[in-house]
């Protein structure tokens, strides 16, 4: 209250030479903090009542979210809805909302990647957008030079991705923690100045533009249905990641990367490779960061350097820690909330990185682990536990 | 008997700090054997080295494992170590604390199996098969020890013997057939030491797994070992069987000082 004292209260006007005393301020300060603080409290005793019951080590299940993930009853209806929304979306909302959904798609699909090098590995990368740049320059520039198109391209962008994950990987396998996030946003800003003065190989900063939208088997659509079909070659590139990813997780690779995470002594003394499994998660996030690199050239037509800056990457590192880390569904939200919610805030501007700051910290107050926890949903129930018990017996 | 595990002359430096200091010790099939000595004696550094966490300065480790030729494991990584059949706990537990107990079991089949990327991402018959038999084998394992009631239970929520037990069985999860166990009762109590000394004496017995372990505790190792092997300042000072150790006047004198007889 007495902080904002002489902005508030005190208006000197210089012009008049008049000093004007703002007292109903004063008092809407005070009731507003008043109100602010029993939120506060309020939030801290339910903060504090539930890490008690995490101590007490039952199992929660706060979330909506998760309730309807475990039970099929409800989880079969709405995934049906959803899938069913998905579907009409194009044709209900305007070209400006498809547009904005498509990005939030690219969005859900880097943090999907990111996920598997953050969540899952625990390598905490920040040059992630790196090789995003890779896979849309690549596009961007075989399609320039070789009339290369989209399709060609994707599992080229894709490929080019891995190839410098896995060259970023080697020297950074020995780091942890603090060391590898500065190497990794170094590398990040490697690749956007090289790209920015590079003029011969990528045309700097004034970047490439004309790049063709995805065609569907040689036949060119209007821009109207071209944003259409875009949206749906990224829902379908979403649904692939989610397939693939939720299925890597779960694997014995998954499993390794687990580990690697919670403990890297005790998994390399339990016999699992180092160096090959970072090397894979490095190599499989930089994988979709390309492939979806290559989405977004096609998307938005023009790429320059500054698509990729260090922003880009704090953002999508965002959602992987705001959706919870390793967690499919919460990176998913965390994505689409991350994307969307700039977007429908365009109104509040001037509030609105401030409404994200705050969100952002609260955030990191009251759930640290995301929005939605990692369950370890791996619940593989032992196939043969009562024919064993009966021969013991 | 043979010899599984020899290791002659080993030495460790620490910049100008010795360690360990040509150390010798050997371990037959199916023994159990004790390394004992006062805090800071290098046991734990001895464990270090043989796994591969630490560079041997010096010496030789050499393995023999049943059925294969002798080989020699200075030097190689720790995941190479444990491929080769030497599977170790640590002193301060260090269980992957935010995985379940089985897929804690299951990290240690890791090494006996070889699903890659693309086998996961497509799903393989192969890939389902061999999920499968993880699985199935981590569940056994966890029988074998006594942990199958706590299988969808995280790590990190067990009381602490079972977390004890939980390291072993991951450990054994790695198919050893050396077994090294960094101070396994630490911070139990008397009656689940006792178990401890079961299920030791049984993956012994049943298994056949030679064991190597590293304890506090003497009325378990006098009552689980066949020989000891005594280390103080990095040196050996003893070796023998547990009736030859107490009553060992350089032992007694490590362990409870210099002098004290005459003094009393």
Redesign the interface.
């Known amino acids: 209250m007495f902080m904002t004292f002489t902005i508030l209260v005190i208006k000197v006007d210089p012009i008049q030479r008049s000093v004007s005393w703002r007292w109903e301020n004063m008092v809407m300060v005070g009731v507003g903090s008043f109100f602010l603080s029993f939120l506060w409290r309020y939030a801290m005793a339910r903060k504090l009542a539930g890490n008690k019951n995490m101590a007490e080590?039952k199992i929660l299940k706060t979330t909506i979210i998760q309730r309807l993930m475990e039970d099929p009853k409800l989880f079969r209806p709405a995934l049906i809805f959803l899938a069913v929304f998905v579907v009409a979306f194009p044709f209900i909302f305007s070209h400006y909302q498809i547009n904005i959904m498509t990005t939030a798609l690219i969005y859900v699909v880097l943090g999907l990647g990111l996920n598997i090098v953050v969540g899952l590995a625990g390598l905490l990368d920040l040059g992630y957008v790196a090789f995003y740049a890779v896979g849309a320059y690549s596009y961007a520039l075989l399609n320039y030079h070789f009339g290369l198109n989209f399709w060609f391209a994707l599992p080229i962008g894709a490929g080019l991705g891995c190839l410098f994950g896995i060259l970023l990987g080697f020297p950074v396998l020995r780091l942890r923690g603090d060391y590898l996030a500065i190497v990794t946003l170094g590398f990040g800003e490697i690749i956007r100045l090289v790209m920015e003065n590079w003029n011969e190989f990528s045309f700097g900063p004034s970047g490439i533009a004309n790049i063709p939208r995805p065609d569907f088997f040689g036949h060119e659509f209007s821009l109207q249905n071209a944003t259409i079909f875009t949206y749906f070659i990224m829902i379908g590139l979403a649904l692939l990641t989610i397939f693939?990813v939720n299925?890597?997780q779960n694997?014995?690779?998954?499993?390794?990367w687990?580990?690697l995470r919670?403990?890297e002594?005790?998994?390399?003394?339990?016999?699992?490779?180092?160096t090959k499994t970072k090397l894979?998660a490095f190599a499989?996030g930089a994988t979709w960061a390309g492939m979806v690199g290559v989405m977004f050239a096609a998307k938005t037509t023009f790429i320059n350097p500054p698509s990729f800056t260090f922003m880009e990457s704090a953002i999508i590192l965002s959602i992987v820690v705001l959706g919870g880390a390793g967690s499919i569904t919460g990176v998913i939200l965390g994505a689409l909330i991350l994307s969307l919610a700039p977007e429908y805030l365009r109104e509040v501007r001037e509030f609105r990185m401030l409404a994200f700051g705050a969100c952002m910290v609260l955030m990191m107050v009251f759930r640290p682990q995301g929005l939605i926890t990692?369950v370890?949903r791996?619940?593989?129930f032992?196939?043969?536990?009562d024919s064993?018990k009966e021969q013991?017996l | 008997m043979k010899d599984i595990l020899e290791v002659k002359k080993l030495t460790m430096d620490f910049g100008g700090l010795r360690a360990i200091d040509n150390l010798d010790l050997d371990i037959q099939e199916k023994e159990i054997v004790a390394l004992i000595g006062p805090n800071g004696a290098g046991k734990t550094t001895f464990f270090n080295c043989i796994t591969g966490l630490y560079q041997p300065t010096g010496g030789d480790i050499v393995i023999t494992p049943p059925g294969k030729p002798a080989e020699r494991i200075n030097g190689l990584k720790p995941n190479y170590v444990t491929q080769r059949g030497l599977a170790r706990t640590f002193q301060n537990i260090r269980l992957f604390q935010n995985m379940t107990v089985l897929e804690n079991v299951m990290i240690g089949r890791h090494c006996r199996t070889y699903a890659g990327v693309a086998s996961a991402m497509f799903k393989t018959a192969f890939q389902r098969r061999e999920e499968n038999k993880i699985v199935q084998d981590s569940y056994e394992v966890l029988e074998k020890i006594g942990l199958s009631e706590y299988v969808n239970e995280l790590a990190k929520n067990l009381p602490y013997g079972a977390q004890r037990r939980l390291e072993i069985a991951r450990a054994m999860a790695t198919d050893p057939f050396l077994l090294l166990l960094d101070e396994p009762a630490a911070g139990m109590n008397p009656q689940e030491t006792r178990e401890l000394d079961d299920l030791i004496i049984r993956i012994r017995d049943r298994e056949g797994i030679s064991i190597l372990l590293i304890e506090h505790d003497m009325k378990l190792v006098m009552s689980l070992s066949d020989r000891i092997f005594v280390v103080d300042y990095g040196r050996k000072i003893a070796q023998g069987t547990p009736d030859e150790i107490k009553e060992n006047p350089v032992v007694i004198k490590a362990y409870l000082g210099e002098d004290l007889d005459a003094q009393a």
């Not at chain 1, 002594?265 to 180092?274: E, F, R, V």
């Open positions: 080590g693939f299925r890597l694997s014995r690779i998954g499993r390794a687990i580990a919670e403990d002594i005790a998994c390399q003394s339990m016999g699992i490779d180092k894979t499989l990692n370890r791996v619940y593989k032992e196939k043969s536990p064993k013991n």
